[in-house]
Each structure stands twice: as C-alpha cells, then as structure tokens.
C-alpha cells in the first residue's frame, strides 16, 4: 500500500472541489463527505440517501472496527448533501455507481475520482485515505486536540494519530528548514 498525505493548502482543496462539482455532482459529494466527516471511504461508499437526508448527523457500523459512530455534519456537509438528496429516494445509494441498478460505486472508482482531481491541482501521493487524513490535518490544526481526534479515528496513542495526519512530518520539515545545515 502507497502512503498517502492530507491536502495541507486550503487553496488545493477549493480547487478540487471546483474540479470536481464541473464533473459530477456525485463526485463532489464524495469529496465533501470524506473531508468533513474523517470516516473510511469503506464506510463512506455504502452510505444511502434516508442515512443522511433530513438528519444532523447520521450513525454509521464503523466496517474495520465493527464500532457504532454517530457523526455529527457540519453545517456546510448537511446543506450540500440537502441539495444532492433532493428527489432521490431514501434507499437509493449516496454514490451510484452506472454500472446495474442502484449500486454504490467501488472503491477503485473513489480512487480514480480523487487521482484525476489531485492531478488537476498538481498533487501526488493521494489515494481515498487522503480524504479520512485531511480532515484530521485540518480538525488538528484548528482545535489542537489530538485527544479528539484520536476519539474521532480511534486511535490509541496520539503519536500515533499526529503521524498519521501528517503533523510529525510537518514538524520535522520545519526543524531541518531552520536547521540549515552545519
């Protein structure tokens, strides 16, 4: 498996979310539920329109950890879905896929849809995790509160997390910058 990076520039992800509003409303979604949720794109595909239509939050079986999460949407995340649902069905899949009647799309497709707007923006090293870690990259650098977060992602030790977001390398980029060399 490639290591992935959060989307650190705030100008990037409003580039993406550009990009990809102008090919597909869904792939947008996608997007905007990734980096405003923190949820595994394995628990973000099989989402349905009634788990997020006229809600505050939904309440998800976490697939790896067999957890229950209740989500509360940001208020952003619940106008944008509210738009999105609109006229479908509750049982109808968040993120259908073309291919047979009502099926979401795979994670190969969520992959393919990110690599294609991360290459619009010039960025590597992006794959569907990037959406679960720039949202802890951002939650971090707003609150600070890597023991929140590390509720949030389930993570036992919070080295753990500011590794996994991204946090320690930045830390490390900043102390060898001022470093300069002997």
Known sequence: MNFVNPIRDQDRIDAMKKFLKSKSERNYILFMVGINTGLRISDILPLRVGDVNRRQYFVITEKKTDKRKHIQMTPLLRRELKKYVEGKEDDEYLFTS????????????????????????????????????????????????????????NHTEEKTTLRYIGVTQDALDQAMERFKGL
């Open 98 to 153: 073309r291919q047979g009647v009502n099926r979401p799309i795979g994670r190969s497709m969520a992959y393919k849809i990110l690599r294609e707007a991360a290459e619009y923006v010039g960025l590597d090293s992006i794959g569907t995790h990037t959406l679960r870690k720039t949202f802890g990259y951002h939650f971090y650098q707003k609150y600070k509160d890597v023991v929140m977060l590390m509720e949030i992602f």
